[in-house]
């Protein structure tokens, strides 16, 4: 195996991880306003969930 080869093997795994990594990440990012914010319960999408946190920063979020 010549070295570009080696490199290009551990480009494609380590960009792979890093992708699994945010994937895992947002997840459980999602899960935690879920839990934060029950009443932007929304089947599709994480966009309510994501309001309620913007709208919770802005008011009272940031002093704390």
Request: proline share 3%.
């Amino acid at each position: 195996m010549t070295p570009i080869n080696t490199y290009k093997n551990w480009k494609a795994v380590t960009e792979a991880d890093f992708v699994s990594l945010f994937i895992k990440t947002w997840f459980a990012y999602i899960s935690t306003l879920r839990v934060m914010f029950p009443e932007a319960y929304n089947r599709r999408g994480d966009k309510k969930y994501l309001d309620a946190y913007k709208k919770f920063y802005k008011t009272t979020g940031y002093k704390q």
